[in-house]
């Protein structure tokens, strides 16, 4: 089982994604989402990190501070909550970062 973190503005349109996300892993992932003032409180037991296109200009400084892959959710995907696209870009990320 994957732990996914997504860190987006506030945590509300991203938490719509991480349900359908998690529904879509069919098990193999376990899905949340916080904004970013709180994810550094947010990091145990998380095994990949994505930020939401909105905030990606703070990419860098959030991999400053985990100990974990993180990347950038595409925007097109991101858009149109393709949970499915995301999650497929999140597993092949975290099992090249192995």
């Not at 509300?12 to 989402?33: F, N, Y």
């Not at 892959?69 to 499915?84: C, F, H, Q, R």
Request: charged letters at 25%; a negative charge; one cysteine or more.
């Amino acid at each position: 089982m994957v732990n996914i973190l997504i860190v987006c503005n506030a945590g509300m349109s991203s938490g719509i994604l991480a349900r359908k996300m998690e529904d879509a892993s069919g098990g193999k992932a376990t899905v949340r989402a916080v904004g970013v003032s709180e994810y550094q409180d947010k990091l145990e037991n998380v095994d990949i990190i994505l930020v939401g296109p909105q905030i990606r200009f703070q990419l860098n400084e959030i991999k400053a501070n985990a100990v974990v892959p993180v990347m950038t959710i595409d925007l097109s995907k991101y858009g149109i909550m393709d949970a499915e696209g995301i999650l497929k870009d999140a597993f092949e990320f975290y099992e090249g970062e192995k």
